[in-house]
T-cell receptor, first 111, second 112 residues
Framework: DSGVTQTPKHLITATGQRVTLRCSPR?????VYWYQQSLDQGLQFLIQYYNGEERAKGNILERFSAQQFPDLHSELNLSSLELGDSALYFC??????????FGPGTRLTVL | GQQLNQSPQSMFIQEGEDVSMNCTSSSIFNTWLWYKQDPGEGPVLLIALYKAGELTSNGRLTAQFGITRKDSFLNISASIPSDVGIYFCAGPPTSGTYKYIFGTGTRLKVLA
């Protein structure tokens, strides 16, 4: 158990809908990262927050947004969902920008 | 953009055999991380490397930070069935960003 929690574990929704994925980092970690992993693919970095502020952005679509709250938990919002958005979404956290510890992921299925 | 290429892409080995895999980059890295991912699960950190030439072990796993800083190697000794999974290398480029790049992965299958 990495200490990073993610909810929900599974999410099934329809095209055009909006969903919110939630992540709680390990105790004491200020950085939260979001990744997308499509079927049998590697991990694609989406976005990083550090202590509530956006620190780095990857290839995150404009339909996606994220935020980190004062209690350090983070949410990833995905809107106008398309079939191609079906993937595993992982959250990771770290104290400094070094070792990242991953949560169990949220499997999103868009029908 | 920057890429981390891992080889081999996949491998079948017999239980008890040693395994070697590597990760190469087109640019210099200051940190190398090795992760293992089981199907449908989150990646689990195995080993972290911070200095060129560094050799670090974690049980049967040994990883090295290449002296050119453009590659890293992971060895697994005396493989067992639970070593099955996908092994990823990862790291932040030295450009000062926090955008970790993950390798393409090596899929390991162990035959009992």
């Amino acid at each position: 158990d990495s200490g990073v929690t993610q909810t929900p574990k599974h999410l099934i929704t329809a095209t055009g809908q909006r969903v919110t994925l939630r992540c709680s980092p390990r105790s004491g970690d200020l950085s939260v990262y979001w990744y997308q992993q499509s079927l049998d693919q590697g991990l694609q970095f989406l976005i990083q927050y550090y202590n509530g502020e956006e620190r780095a952005k990857g290839n995150i679509l404009e339909r996606f947004s994220a935020q980190q709250f004062p209690d350090l938990h983070s949410e990833l919002n995905l809107s106008s969902l398309e079939l191609g958005d079906s993937a595993l979404y992982f959250c990771a956290s770290s104290k400094l920008s070094r070792e990242q510890f991953f949560g169990p992921g949220t499997r999103l299925t868009v029908l | 953009g920057q890429q981390l290429n891992q080889s081999p892409q996949s491998m079948f080995i017999q239980e008890g055999e040693d395994v070697s895999m590597n990760c190469t980059s087109s640019s210099i890295f200051n940190t190398w991380l090795w992760y293992k991912q089981d199907p449908g699960e989150g990646p689990v950190l195995l080993i972290a490397l911070y200095k060129a030439g560094e050799l670090t072990s974690n049980g049967r796993l040994t990883a090295q930070f290449g002296i050119t800083r453009k590659d890293s190697f992971l060895n697994i000794s005396a493989s067992i069935p639970s070593d099955v999974g996908i092994y990823f290398c990862a790291g932040p480029p030295t450009s000062g960003t926090y955008k970790y790049i993950f390798g393409t992965g090596t899929r390991l299958k162990v035959l009992a």
